[in-house]
């Protein structure tokens, strides 16, 4: 008898273990409960408690290297100077586009940023948005390609801690909503309007997103799945053929705040809206100078959009936060195909958005200036830690005035 109730108890606490591992309890891991909340609004809790996401898009890329460098294995390690700035701003999350082809050194990235400063991560797939060949959400063979690479990602990442929710895509919807990396087949050439083909577009599109929604609840039910997205015109088409995502992740730049935005998507499909960017830059086209007090000026008033739309009592209550464009200024985007600019800071407008008034008149109204909307400047100037100096703009201030105070 005092056998079997050996083996009992032995049985007890063999099971207890595999709990207490699969929370995470033991090695001094735990897991932390994520999910969204409906009641007369949404809200994001982590840990039973609200969280509203005062995030940067991340990318710490040094001057002279461009978007394929691999920051994830750094030897200067960027992203502990960064952290420890972002969590002296009350920086709370940070979203990564892609992950490392590395998976060691990207859960290094994700768990130094959680377990140093209390950073959460968005961890992103493109969804082949930007590779190449351009994509085609009619071919089976590439949506095949990216349905075991997104997966894939969400096996390699699922269990490290930090990992806040998936964002999958970008702004892939402007393949039929604009003119961007353009895709079809015989089939959808063959329908007998432009209007027939961007609505069959939108329904093999989205519903390409939500079979992915679906499998990575089966593989991983603690994590919410983001869909993101650049603005709201294909909204009633997400909603029809997209029923499985948590949230919008919504990408708008329409200057000093949103307009109408949160209500459109209220309306349209209705989902809480994360801002996965946002933001303006520090160059006036107009003048041609820096102009860091009219981004800080414009960054204020979209947080402010973003907060009151947080709260069903002031605004739509449907916004979870948002993600602002970027932390970093990135000096490699202006000419991406010239290796020999990559260290020199372009003062060249790329395109125009006249709701960024202050150089609106700017020649040509080319008024966007890709190479200065991070909140921190890069200082060709190497810190004693080996990485690009940070020289923290206005913008960094106004936000850390607002972030800290709400932390």
Request: one cysteine or more.
């Given at each position: 008898?005092?056998?079997?109730?050996?083996?009992?108890?032995?049985?007890?606490?063999f099971?207890?273990?595999?709990?207490?591992?699969?929370?995470?309890?033991?090695?001094?891991r735990?897991?932390?409960?994520?999910?969204?909340?409906?009641?007369?609004?949404?809200?994001?809790l982590?840990?039973?408690?609200?969280?509203?996401?005062?995030?940067?898009?991340?990318?710490?890329?040094p001057?002279?290297?461009?978007?394929?460098?691999?920051?994830?294995?750094?030897p200067?390690?960027?992203?502990?100077?960064?952290?420890?700035?972002?969590?002296?701003a009350?920086v709370?999350?940070?979203?990564?586009?892609?992950?490392?082809?590395?998976?060691?050194?990207?859960?290094?990235?994700?768990?130094?940023?959680?377990?140093?400063?209390?950073?959460?991560?968005?961890?992103?797939?493109?969804?082949?948005?930007?590779?190449?060949?351009?994509p085609?959400?009619?071919?089976?063979?590439?949506?095949?390609?990216?349905?075991?690479?997104?997966?894939?990602?969400?096996?390699?990442y699922?269990?490290?801690?930090g990992?806040?929710?998936w964002?999958?895509?970008?702004?892939?919807?402007?393949?039929?909503?604009?003119?961007?990396?353009?895709?079809s087949?015989?089939?959808?050439?063959?329908?007998?309007?432009?209007?027939?083909?961007?609505?069959?577009k939108?329904?093999?599109y989205y519903?390409?997103?939500?079979?992915?929604?679906?499998?990575?609840?089966?593989?991983?039910?603690l994590h919410?799945?983001?869909?993101?997205?650049?603005?709201?015109?294909?909204?009633?088409?997400?909603?029809?053929?997209?029923?499985?995502?948590?949230?919008?992740?919504?990408?708008?730049?329409?200057?000093?705040?949103f307009?109408?935005?949160?209500?459109?998507?209220?309306q349209?499909?209705?989902?809480?809206?994360?801002l996965?960017?946002?933001?303006?830059?520090?160059?006036?086209?107009q003048?041609?100078?820096?102009?860091?007090?009219?981004?800080?000026?414009?960054?204020?008033?979209?947080w402010?959009?973003?907060?009151?739309?947080?709260?069903p009592?002031?605004?739509?209550?449907?916004?979870?936060?948002?993600?602002?464009?970027?932390?970093?200024?990135?000096w490699?985007?202006?000419?991406?195909?010239?290796?020999?600019?990559?260290?020199?800071?372009?003062?060249?407008?790329?395109?125009?958005?006249?709701?960024?008034?202050?150089?609106?008149e700017?020649?040509?109204?080319?008024?966007?200036?890709?190479?200065?909307?991070g909140?921190?400047?890069?200082?060709p100037?190497?810190?004693?830690?080996?990485?690009?100096?940070?020289?923290?703009?206005?913008?960094?201030?106004?936000?850390?005035?607002l972030?800290?105070?709400?932390?």
């Amino acid at each position: 008898m005092k056998k079997v109730i050996a083996m009992g108890l032995a049985l007890v606490a063999f099971g207890l273990a595999v709990y207490l591992v699969r929370q995470g309890a033991l090695g001094g891991r735990r897991t932390v409960s994520i999910e969204i909340q409906k009641t007369d609004g949404y809200r994001l809790l982590v840990d039973k408690k609200p969280f509203l996401v005062r995030g940067v898009c991340y990318s710490p890329v040094p001057i002279g290297k461009d978007y394929e460098y691999n920051f994830w294995g750094d030897p200067n390690k960027p992203w502990l100077a960064d952290g420890k700035m972002m969590k002296d701003a009350g920086v709370n999350t940070v979203r990564f586009y892609r992950m490392g082809k590395n998976p060691e050194e990207a859960r290094e990235v994700v768990g130094d940023l959680y377990r140093k400063y209390g950073i959460h991560s968005l961890v992103g797939h493109y969804l082949g948005f930007w590779g190449w060949p351009p994509p085609n959400y009619a071919d089976e063979a590439f949506k095949e390609k990216i349905r075991t690479q997104v997966m894939e990602m969400v096996r390699l990442y699922k269990d490290t801690p930090g990992v806040l929710m998936w964002v999958l895509g970008n702004e892939n919807n402007y393949s039929f909503d604009r003119n961007v990396q353009r895709w079809s087949s015989d089939a959808i050439d063959a329908l007998p309007t432009p209007e027939a083909q961007k609505a069959e577009k939108a329904k093999l599109y989205y519903s390409f997103v939500n079979a992915l929604a679906r499998e990575i609840k089966t593989m991983d039910p603690l994590h919410p799945v983001v869909m993101s997205v650049g603005e709201t015109a294909s909204l009633a088409a997400a909603a029809e053929h997209c029923p499985d995502i948590d949230a919008i992740g919504m990408i708008a730049y329409r200057g000093p705040g949103f307009g109408n935005l949160f209500r459109q998507v209220k309306q349209q499909f209705d989902r809480p809206v994360l801002l996965t960017e946002w933001g303006a830059d520090s160059y006036n086209a107009q003048v041609g100078a820096p102009d860091e007090e009219s981004q800080a000026q414009f960054l204020k008033l979209q947080w402010k959009d973003i907060e009151r739309n947080s709260d069903p009592k002031k605004g739509e209550g449907n916004c979870l936060g948002g993600t602002l464009f970027e932390w970093s200024d990135e000096w490699w985007k202006g000419n991406e195909n010239l290796p020999h600019t990559w260290s020199v800071q372009d003062t060249a407008g790329h395109w125009g958005n006249a709701s960024y008034y202050t150089d609106a008149e700017a020649i040509g109204r080319m008024n966007m200036n890709e190479e200065w909307w991070g909140i921190v400047a890069l200082d060709p100037k190497t810190s004693a830690d080996g990485n690009n100096a940070r020289l923290p703009k206005k913008a960094y201030f106004v936000l850390k005035s607002l972030w800290t105070q709400s932390s």
